[in-house]
Structure formats: C-alpha cells, structure tokens
C-alpha cells in the first residue's frame, strides 16, 4: 500500500519563487521521513528485534562511543548536540545496565570519561543489525543502482546539513 502524500501546506508557501517548487517538495518530503522514521512504533518495533531494551537515546549514546576509545561528558553531548546533564542522566544509566564504563580523565581529575563495554557493544550491534533489517525489508522492491543512487544522495545530503549546522554555531 503507497504512502499517503504530505500536502504541501497550500498557501504557506504562497511567496515563494516559481523555481523553488522543488524546494517546498524536499521541505515536505524531509517533514515526512523525520515524522515516520520518529514514531514510537518502529522505534519499538527495531527495540523488539533487537531485544536489548535499551530506549534510543541511550543507543545514540552507544553508537558515538562506538567509533571512540572514550568521551568526556561535554565532548559526547557536543555530538549528540544535548545539553551535558542530559548525557550525565543517560550515561548512569548506560553505566547502571552495565553498557559503558565510567574512567578518570587524565587531563582533568574533575572530569570522567565515558567507554562502551563490551556487552554496550553487543547491544548496539543487535540494534544496527534489526535497523539494517528493516530497512533492507523496505527497499526490497527498489532495484540495485535506485538504492545506491539514494544511499549517495541522503550521504550528501546529510554532510550538508552538519556542513551548515556548524556554520550556524560560529
């Protein structure tokens, strides 16, 4: 069953220019996406797959930690772009459930590090592996070079959004 099209706010966009039509159609596309792939139902439903029960901030803290050896507290919070209490909160946790670690800093005796497990690790993985599964399951019926050509677009696309995003903060 097709999805149903997001109106194009008729009348919202009243002055913009005639060529920036293709705009207000990314706009409402990008509105769509973000509300879909946001429900509480897929990010329940991949939760179920994966089975770890861990709620999907506390996988974006995970998925940072992953790609490093450790974190400070402010330095994860830059990358989730949360405000550090927040990522305090989220990291006892993490902590609590046994999923990353907590380490003096080094440089800071004030500070502490945080560092994925090898079990935080493991939750992450099951994670990706159902996220990858139902996505695969919805471009089962795209051919090859469509999935590749979308795969290249959202990478641009996506590079320049964090391009801008850190144009915005200077």
């Known amino acids: 069953m097709p999805a149903e099209e997001e109106p194009l706010c008729d009348g919202l966009h009243a002055d913009v220019p005639g060529d920036d039509e293709t705009i207000v159609a990314i706009e409402a596309a990008v509105h769509s996406l973000a509300r879909r792939l946001g429900q509480a139902r897929l990010k329940e439903y991949i939760a179920r797959q994966a089975g770890d029960g861990v709620e999907q901030?506390?996988?974006?803290?995970?998925?940072?930690l992953n790609g490093e050896d450790s974190l400070r507290i402010t330095d994860l919070a830059a990358r989730l772009g949360i405000d550090p209490p927040a990522v305090t909160r989220k990291a006892q946790q993490l902590v609590?459930?046994?999923?990353?670690?907590?380490?003096?800093d080094t440089d800071d005796a004030r500070a502490c590090r945080l560092q994925l497990t090898p079990?935080?690790?493991q939750v992450l993985r099951r994670f990706l592996v159902a996220r990858h599964q139902w996505l695969a399951t919805v471009l089962a019926d795209w051919p090859p070079a469509e999935r590749r050509e979308l795969a290249r677009l959202i990478s641009r696309f996506t590079g320049d959004i964090d391009r801008h995003l850190g144009e915005l903060t200077r």
């Open 96 to 104: 609590s459930l046994g999923l990353v670690s907590r380490g003096p």
């Open 119 to 121: 079990d935080g690790r």
């Open 57 to 64: 901030a506390g996988i974006a803290v995970l998925y940072v």
